[in-house]
Nanobody, 125 residues
């Protein structure tokens, strides 16, 4: 099993920045790709970003490209989502997820088998 703990959310003004963290433990060798998704009230879980662990390649939703950066610290088994120039419409609970599939697509939450508990990001206007 894999356990994920995400953190780093909070309240920020529009245009501000936050860095989310996701600490992984357990059978982390079984993870192929890590992802960040977000879910606003009454909406489906939405893809934000993914990183393929084998080579560090990343993918971003068009809406966050150029403003969000997904990175990792291998030694700490921790991943980070640096978010800048945040917008009020990005208010949501952000979840990190682990995918155990060797191939994609990774933009669907259905491809991820383990999730963190979520961290609330609130962007005020």
């Amino acid at each position: 099993q894999v356990q994920l703990v995400d953190s780093g959310g909070g309240l920020v003004q529009a245009g501000g920045s936050l860095r989310l963290s996701c600490a992984a433990s357990g059978r982390t060798f079984s993870i192929y790709t890590m992802g960040w998704f977000r879910q606003a009230p009454g909406k489906e879980r939405e893809f934000v970003s993914a990183i393929r662990l084998s080579d560090g390649s990343t993918d971003y939703a068009d809406s966050v490209k150029g403003r969000f950066t997904f990175s990792r610290d291998k030694a700490k088994n921790t991943l980070y989502l640096q978010m800048s120039n945040l917008k009020p419409e990005e208010t949501a609970v952000y979840y990190c997820g682990a995918s155990f599939y060797a191939t994609g697509p990774y933009r669907s939450a259905a491809r991820f088998g383990s999730w963190g508990q979520g961290t609330q990001v609130t962007v005020s206007s």
